[in-house]
C-alpha cells in the first residue's frame, strides 16, 4: 500500500466521515453526524491547540515521512551515479521531479489547512471574548 490511510468513524453507526493519511486533522473538536444524526467529539482541534509535537506529526505524518525518505534515498543515488561534470544538475533535477509532483500538493494543502484552522480559532476567540472581528468590544 502506498499510503497509510486512518479513517474517522461516527461512535454510533460507524459511518466513515473522514480519512486522512495522518492522524491528527484539524476542527472544531465535535460534529453531526450526516448519517444517524448524533453529535460526538470528533478529536480533533485547532492548530493553535496543538502541541509541537502534534504539529510536527499533522505536517510530517509516517506517510509523507516514508516519501520523504524515499525521496532522500533517490537523491543520494542520483549524486552516487552522477558524472562529474553534471553532478550538480542531476541530484537536482531527481529532486525536482520526485518531490514537486508528489508532495508539492500535499505540502500546499497542509498549509492551506493550518491558515483555515488558525483563522476559524481566531474568530472563535474574538466571539468569545465578546469581540468583533476588527477587535474592538
Keep these: 500500500?502506498?499510503?497509510s490511510t486512518y479513517a474517522f468513524r461516527c461512535p454510533r453507526c460507524a459511518k466513515t466521515y473522514k480519512k486522512s493519511?495522518?492522524?491528527?486533522?484539524?476542527?472544531?473538536?465535535?460534529?453531526v453526524c450526516g448519517m444517524c444524526?448524533?453529535?460526538f467529539s470528533d478529536g480533533s482541534a485547532e492548530w493553535p491547540q496543538l502541541t509541537p509535537q502534534e504539529q510536527r506529526l499533522f505536517l510530517l505524518p509516517p506517510?509523507?515521512?516514508?516519501?520523504?525518505?524515499?525521496i532522500a534515498v533517490c537523491v543520494i543515488a542520483a549524486f552516487q551515479y552522477?558524472?562529474?561534470?553534471?553532478?550538480?544538475?542531476?541530484?537536482g533535477f531527481a529532486f525536482v521531479m520526485l518531490f514537486v509532483p508528489t508532495l508539492g500538493p500535499c505540502?500546499?494543502?497542509?498549509?492551506?489547512?493550518?491558515?483555515q484552522s488558525s483563522a476559524r480559532y481566531d474568530k472563535a476567540m474574538r466571539s468569545s471574548l465578546g469581540m468583533?472581528?476588527?477587535?474592538?468590544p
Design 107 to 115: 505540502f500546499l494543502f497542509r498549509a492551506y489547512q493550518v491558515r
Design 37 to 39: 444524526g448524533a453529535g
Design 63 to 70: 506517510t509523507i515521512l516514508g516519501w520523504l525518505g524515499g
Design 1 to 3: 500500500m502506498i499510503f
Design 132 to 136: 468583533s472581528v476588527d477587535g474592538r
Design 82 to 91: 552522477a558524472r562529474p561534470d553534471d553532478s550538480i544538475s542531476l541530484p
Design 21 to 31: 493519511v495522518s492522524p491528527l486533522f484539524l476542527g472544531p473538536g465535535s460534529r
